[in-house]
Structure formats: C-alpha cells, structure tokens
C-alpha cells in the first residue's frame, strides 16, 4: 500500500506539481490549501507524512504544526516544512516539543524533496 502524502501550500500550482511527482514515485497525494483543511484531512485520512508551508490563510504552518504535535493521536506524524527564505528563523526557533523532520528552503528542487521524503519513511522502517 502506497504512503498517503499530505502536501500543504496556499499556491495552488505547487501543490499540484508536488502531487504530480509524489504520485510518479508511487505516493497517494493528499492536496490541503490553508491550515484548516489540513488539520481536517490530517484527522480523518491520517497522513503517512506532511509536507507542509509555513505562510498560509486561516492557519499558518507554525500554528498548525503545534496542533498536531499535541494532539496524542497525530503526534508522531513527520512534517516537512517547505518555506520562503524569509521564514527559516521561526522555524529554527520553534518550541522544542515543536518538532520537523527537515525542512527545505523555496525555491526547491522536486528531487532534493523527494529525497528527503524517501530519507524519512527508511528513517520510521529501522
């Protein structure tokens, strides 16, 4: 069974191009444009991974983030944060129990993420 992948991005087309790639590696692709569908597709279709923006509509990344890492049953789920140069310090400076498996810079490379999703699923498998 393919890994469900939800990716997380107020810019349509990149959530779009991200799924695309996703699903040419054999990854289900969950698609969210703001924090609050996230959080309602996080609940209901329980995401293997979150490939998640930082800046967005009605919930930002952070907040978002800090939902799912207290809530006991989505705790465990990896969020990999994807953001705008400008935003990299919140994310270093984010609370501890506040955790990201890694993270990438925008303007990206489709395969630097698609390496980095392969690195966390081998990662959860050890």
């Known amino acids: 069974m393919s890994k469900k992948i939800l990716v997380v991005d107020d810019e349509k087309d990149i959530v779009e191009i991200i799924s695309m790639y996703l699903e040419r590696e054999d990854y289900e692709p ?19 991974l979150v490939v998640l923006d930082i800046m967005m509509p009605k919930l930002d990344g952070h907040s978002l983030n ?10 465990d789920i990896p969020v990999i944060v994807i953001t705008g140069k400008g ?14 498996v890694d993270y990438l810079e925008k ?20």
């Open 87 to 100: 935003h990299l310090r919140e994310i270093i400076t984010a609370r501890e129990d506040v955790t990201i």
């Open 66 to 75: 800090i939902k799912l890492k207290e809530n006991p049953e989505t705790k």
């Open 107 to 126: 303007p990206f490379q489709m395969n630097e993420l698609l390496k980095k999703i392969k690195n966390v699923f081998e990662k959860k498998n050890e």
């Open 30 to 48: 969950i698609a969210a444009y703001d924090g609050q569908e996230a959080l309602r597709k996080i609940i209901f279709q329980s995401p293997d």
